[in-house]
């Protein structure tokens, strides 16, 4: 009793311990929920920069009205909470301090009813009833405020080498008795707003799927499964996990009557969905990359994997060793690519520099020296300058990967029209199963180069080997 005392007069002594709103305990915590809420708005802005919401403000709409109906029932209902779709293929989902929640539209493809939807955000609404990211940051001395809030919404910090990027592309959520409370929370949430509970285990399901899908294709590779995914109950324990039936069963004691699951009515909200890349990022098709609405495309080495961003988009080889980065910015016309080029690097020494023509397009590209030596190039195209920067990491040296970073550089172009539909994205369609029809017939006309059966599967809930009923409604990929 005295340890605890003296804990929480520590606790006054640095800001105080908190009566934690949605458990009841008290937690150590360095931040009021007035500093929650303004860090969470001016975060909020930041996020938004680097994720754009999604373009279809009807889906917006519905996302927000499901996300309210959850958080009118939580323990921290007089926040003003704000959903929003972010235009990712992603499979993620995150929240900010305050009630800024974010579901990428990768996810949302692969739900399957209105209370699938409903358990993504009322586990990000338990996350911020707990206060998980503030009790994070009060327990750490090793990140900064603002570096903290970036690294729990994007799992990038607030730094701009682009060497951290690949590193750091996704946070692996709070650590599992936050994510199985967050469960629990949401859960609750679920009940009181009239969906059945059982969607939390459902969602698991669904992502499980897919990361047994991941693991074997990258067996089949001859790869290690790549690590990540959204944080979560997702990404901590299984369906049948004994924690997470715990934590949900007290959920099931406040279920009032019919729960609602509405699959249906969800299904036709995401009818037209983007599945993939989006027109405004870009679209990846295998080893080549196509931009419909800046005329241009770039090949890359057989292997290499792309990360699409809005605001820039990396090329790397599997082991994440090389990569090379290409962001567009204003040209200075007033300024020779050369000149452009020695502008940007400021002080530092370019050698081994040599022109660059692409047909019509002038450009110009050099060594950036250093300790760890780089390749970058600018290419002039209308009233825009496409920037490359490629490296190496640990002790390799550029020259081991060089040539392969210039036959990138050269590969850029302007899209010929026979490559216009290539720019253009997928999109999920929803048709009705008709009696004996199977996965099978409805992936022969896949727009996906391979494992087009398996990911309609994935899709629908039916992996690996689930046939749909007749009439059922399904999502198809065109």
């Known amino acids: 009793m005295m340890r605890a005392l003296m804990l929480c007069l520590f606790c006054a002594w640095l800001t105080g311990c908190a009566v934690n709103p949605?458990?009841?305990?008290?937690?150590?915590?360095?931040?009021?929920?007035?500093?929650?809420?303004?860090?969470?708005?001016?975060?909020?802005?930041?996020?938004?920069?680097?994720?754009?919401?999604?373009?279809?403000?009807?889906?917006?709409?519905?996302?927000?009205?499901?996300?309210?109906?959850?958080?009118?029932?939580?323990?921290?209902?007089?926040?003003?909470?704000?959903?929003?779709?972010?235009?990712?293929?992603?499979?993620?989902?995150?929240?900010?301090?305050?009630?800024?929640?974010?579901?990428?539209?990768?996810?949302?493809?692969?739900?399957?009813?209105?209370?699938?939807?409903?358990?993504?955000?009322?586990?990000?609404?338990?996350?911020?009833?707990?206060?998980?990211?503030?009790?994070?940051?009060?327990?750490?001395?090793?990140?900064?405020?603002?570096?903290?809030?970036?690294?729990?919404?994007?799992?990038?910090?607030?730094?701009?080498?682009?060497?951290?990027?690949?590193?750091?592309?996704?946070?692996?959520?709070?650590?599992?008795?936050?994510?199985?409370?967050?469960?629990?929370?949401?859960?609750?949430?679920?009940?009181?707003?009239?969906?059945?509970?059982?969607?939390?285990?459902?969602?698991?399901?669904?992502?499980?799927?897919?990361?047994?899908?991941?693991?074997?294709?990258?067996?089949?590779?001859?790869?290690?499964?790549?690590?990540g995914g959204y944080?979560?109950?997702?990404?901590?324990?299984?369906?049948?996990?004994?924690?997470?039936?715990?934590?949900?069963?007290?959920?099931?004691?406040?279920?009032?009557?019919?729960?609602?699951?509405?699959?249906?009515?969800?299904?036709?909200?995401?009818d037209g969905l983007v599945f993939g890349d989006s027109a405004a990022s870009g679209i990846r098709r295998g080893r080549h990359f196509y931009h419909g609405e800046l005329d241009f495309t770039l090949t890359y080495p057989q292997g290499w994997q792309l990360v699409n961003r809005a605001d820039v988009l990396i090329g790397h080889t599997p082991d994440e060793q090389a990569f090379i980065a290409m962001t567009l910015e204003p040209a200075d016309k007033a300024l020779a690519p050369a000149e452009y080029l020695r502008k940007r690097v400021g002080n530092q020494r370019l050698v081994a520099g040599e022109e660059l023509r692409l047909g019509t397009l002038r450009g110009y590209t050099a060594i950036l020296q250093g300790q760890a030596a780089r390749r970058v190039a600018v290419i002039y195209r209308g009233d825009g300058a496409y920037l490359f920067v490629a490296a190496v990491k640990g002790r390799a040296s550029l020259e081991s990967e060089d040539e392969r970073f210039l036959e990138v550089i050269r590969s850029y172009r302007p899209l010929k029209a026979t490559e216009r539909k290539l720019a253009e994205p997928v999109r999920l369609h929803l048709v009705r199963a008709k009696a004996g029809q199977g996965m099978a017939s409805l992936a022969r006309n896949s727009p996906l180069p391979s494992d087009g059966e398996a990911q309609l599967r994935l899709l629908n809930g039916l992996y690996p080997a689930g046939e749909p009923r007749a009439g059922q409604w399904l999502k198809t990929l065109r």
């Not at 931040?31 to 809420?37: D, I, K």
């Not at 680097?50 to 009205?65: E, F, G």
């Open 231 to 270: 944080h979560g109950l997702f990404d901590t324990h299984p369906d049948n996990d004994r924690r997470l039936q715990e934590v949900i069963g007290p959920a099931r004691a406040l279920v009032g009557g019919n729960q609602e699951v509405g699959r249906d009515a969800f299904l036709q909200q995401l």
């Open 22 to 227: 949605a458990t009841g305990r008290t937690d150590f915590v360095m931040m009021s929920e007035r500093q929650e809420l303004d860090l969470g708005a001016r975060y909020n802005q930041e996020i938004l920069k680097q994720n754009p919401p999604y373009a279809d403000a009807k889906l917006q709409a519905y996302i927000q009205r499901v996300g309210e109906r959850v958080a009118r029932n939580s323990h921290r209902n007089q926040l003003s909470y704000v959903f929003t779709l972010v235009d990712s293929p992603d499979v993620n989902a995150f929240a900010l301090p305050g009630g800024y929640i974010y579901i990428h539209r990768g996810l949302l493809a692969y739900l399957n009813s209105e209370a699938e939807l409903a358990a993504v955000l009322g586990h990000e609404i338990g996350h911020v009833t707990a206060r998980h990211s503030v009790r994070q940051q009060s327990q750490s001395t090793a990140w900064g405020l603002l570096g903290q809030a970036a690294a729990i919404g994007t799992g990038v910090g607030a730094v701009g080498d682009l060497t951290s990027v690949m590193g750091n592309a996704f946070v692996r959520g709070y650590g599992r008795d936050m994510e199985l409370e967050a469960d629990g929370l949401g859960a609750q949430y679920l009940a009181r707003s009239g969906y059945d509970p059982q969607a939390m285990i459902e969602v698991v399901k669904v992502l499980k799927s897919q990361e047994d899908f991941a693991r074997e294709q990258a067996a089949r590779r001859g790869e290690a499964p790549a690590q």
